[in-house]
């Protein structure tokens, strides 16, 4: 069994900065790729960063020089830097990730519960 587990959503004022934590556990063999997506009321989820195995990273246009994704190899999370909030920030993020497991050496999509980041004066 693998789990993602997310934290560091929150309430912040436009301008203001939240980190975003993804840490996953289990019978990990390696992890390919982390990537954070977003859901925003009465929208699709959409892709906000992803970082691959060789640290290779893309943004959607909306964030690029605002938000950073990066990824701890030892620890098993990913990380999603997010300064310059706006209130169009505002979704439930979720964090995904490619994982190869111990038991069979293939890859499968894991997903984090979502965490609410709410950007408001």
């Known amino acids: 069994q693998v789990q993602l587990v997310e934290s560091g959503g929150g309430l912040v004022q436009p301008g203001g900065s939240l980190r975003l934590s993804c840490a996953a556990s289990?019978?990990?063999?390696?992890?390919?790729?982390v990537g954070w997506y977003r859901q925003a009321p009465g929208k699709q989820r959409v892709l906000v960063a992803i970082?691959?195995?060789?640290?290779?990273?893309n943004y959607a246009d909306s964030v690029k020089g605002r938000f950073t994704i990066s990824r701890d190899y030892a620890k098993n999370t990913g990380y999603l830097q997010m300064n310059s909030l706006k209130p169009e920030d505002t979704a439930v993020y979720y964090c995904?990730?490619?994982?190869?497991?111990?038991?069979?050496?293939?890859?499968?999509?894991?997903w984090g519960q979502g965490t609410q980041v709410t950007v408001s004066s």
């Open positions: 970082i691959t195995s060789g640290n290779n990273t």
């Open positions: 995904n990730a490619i994982i190869v497991i111990v038991s069979t050496k293939r890859s499968y999509s894991y």
């Open positions: 289990g019978s990990i063999f390696s992890i390919n790729s």
